[in-house]
């Protein structure tokens, strides 16, 4: 047996543990941003930071497990729309909405039927994928178009103003204070969810195959699981988290807008492949997407508070993506 | 020791098996037998019709015409699950493992065991520990110690404990017939040989293997009976007493043929008794 150098040792245990270098990261990150403005870490800001990471955190549960199925959802910004247009236009009272006559339902009752909207809408991802053989790439980017085109049509463009919404569609964007920090219902609401799918992946019998799946299609096909059953699956629980994520974006944001974040989907994949989840499927956690999230966040709030320029986040964001990448592909090629 | 050889029911058996792709004839009516307690290499050229001979067995074709039968009870597979759920595990060329789960995730995978209580009829929760142990348990029944820790993800290992697991894997559930396509053709000397040995191990266990193969050499050292396949039909079953590699070759290629009378159909091995 030859000895390892340090460098192979280094490259084993990051393999092992794929969440240890976006923590690294975030660590790095947390300290310089504290040097370059010290009220970083005041208790104020850290809620703040927690804030700014729920909506792309929370979507990027789902864009974790599809990715670990080495699929890609380029519409979780566009069905996250739907779902929170469906919600709020069932809502609100009939001159406040869009549609007029199926305007004012009971609010949960509108909620639940947003959520269902999300899942149809990843079902439908599903279906295509499995269905007709598509590659997750291109039936994602139709019905980004799609829903984006469906929620600007039926809802006419027109944004839900925070007045005009029920209490309980805005009740995630309630806090609890705890000392100086401002807790987000929302915020908890997201990370229930991280535990709850990061308990999947990890102790059920779907959880692995998940990951074997994305590992290995013609393996997993072959040790008798059903690729089809768990791809389809899959797109259809991310509907699920995408919904929910609708219904916490309208308490962050505190209104409900057809128009999409155009940087929404970009930044829940980086949150991904920043989190150590290799795009190439069968790799990867929850809480290294948790990370990857909060490593984003960082970076927007604290080169704000150093007084840097909206485009140097944007930077950093993109070298962060090609570094966490290369990274991946240095670990993958781990020996024994 | 007294068993008549002669009167032992196939375990696993094929009848004028055919199977089209379009145009192209891969089964055109091949018969294969395997008695228990044996192993049977299967050989031919590229082409002959040995892997689509396996798939009908394994569940991964199902054949146009012909019959199968397991232990003479007429079956026909849909999937590789039905003919697993028959006792015919197979290991396919490829391995079929996950290479970033560990090595008992991959034992059990398709067939994970759960909690007992609550935890695993309501939360659905994997009982890792006891996939664990049992998974060190089949492999050290198997004598493969090569392998220190079963938490180790797959990839990280050699091709020929890849190659371990995946038999390991077929072995551990109670198989009537282990079907093995290739096992050594990506492998080096040493692990070739661990491999020959495992399939030994198997066949004094009393499980019969089907091995396909292109190595003349490990054939004739492993193999009880050998399946020479050709154009899609069985050209012949030889013994390594009874004819050489030159032999098996040549009606291999069609350069002989052996009258029926003096092929080897009937079992040579004593069965031994089943101990898993």
Known sequence: ?336 | MSTDLSTLTPIVEGRNLVKTFGRVVALDGASLQLFPGEVLAVVGDNGAGKSSLIKCFSGAYSPDAGEMFVDGEQVAFKSTQEARNHGIETVFQTLAVAPALDIASNMYLGRELRKPGIMGSVFRSLDKKAMRSQAEAHLKNLGISTLQNITQAVETLSGGQRQAVAVARAAAFGSKVIILDEPTAALGVNESAAVLRMIQDLRDRGIPVILISHNMPQVFEVADRIHVARLGKRAAVVTPQTASMNDVVAIMTGAMTVPESEQQLTPVRVPATPSV
């Open chain 1, 1 to 336: 047996m030859e000895r390892q150098t340090s460098m192979q040792k280094v490259q084993g245990v990051l393999h092992k543990y794929p969440w240890l270098s976006p923590l690294i990261v975030l660590v790095i990150a947390l300290i310089l941003f504290y040097f370059a403005n010290s009220r970083f870490l005041l208790p104020g800001n850290l809620s703040f930071l927690t804030q700014q990471t729920v909506i792309v955190g929370t979507l990027a549960i789902a864009q974790t497990l599809v990715i670990l199925t080495a699929g890609i959802d380029l519409s979780i910004g566009a069905i996250m729309t739907l779902s929170q247009m469906v919600m709020a236009n069932l809502a609100v009272s009939a001159t406040a909405s869009n549609v007029l006559p199926i305007a004012g339902q009971n609010p949960w009752i509108s909620i639940f039927l947003g959520i269902l909207a999300g899942v149809l809408a990843g079902a439908l991802n599903g279906f295509l994928i499995v269905r007709f053989n598509l590659p997750p790439f291109i039936v994602t980017l139709g019905t980004l178009s799609i829903w984006t085109a469906i929620s600007l049509l039926l809802f006419k463009s027109r944004t839900i103003q925070e007045p005009e919404l029920p209490d309980a569609l805005k009740w995630l964007g309630s806090t609890i204070k705890i000392g100086g920090f401002n807790l987000l219902y929302g915020v908890i609401v997201m990370l229930i969810m991280y535990a709850i799918f990061g308990y999947i992946l990890r102790n059920t019998a779907w959880g692995l195959h998940v990951y074997a799946v994305g590992d290995d299609p013609a393996a997993a096909q072959l040790t008798g699981i059903s690729t089809k059953k768990v791809i389809f699956s899959v797109y259809l629980v991310s509907g699920l988290i995408i919904g929910i994520a609708g219904w916490v974006t309208i308490g962050r944001v505190g209104s409900a807008s057809p128009n999409i974040d155009p940087q929404i989907n970009l930044d829940t994949i980086t949150a991904v492949v920043i989190g150590g989840t290799s795009l190439f499927g069968g790799r990867g956690t929850l809480i290294g997407t948790l990370i990857g999230a909060l490593i984003i966040a960082s970076v927007e709030n604290g080169l704000s508070l150093a007084g840097f320029d909206q485009a140097y986040r944007v930077l950093a964001v993109g070298i962060l993506v090609i570094l966490a990448v290369a990274v991946d592909q240095w670990i993958r090629k781990v020996k024994a």
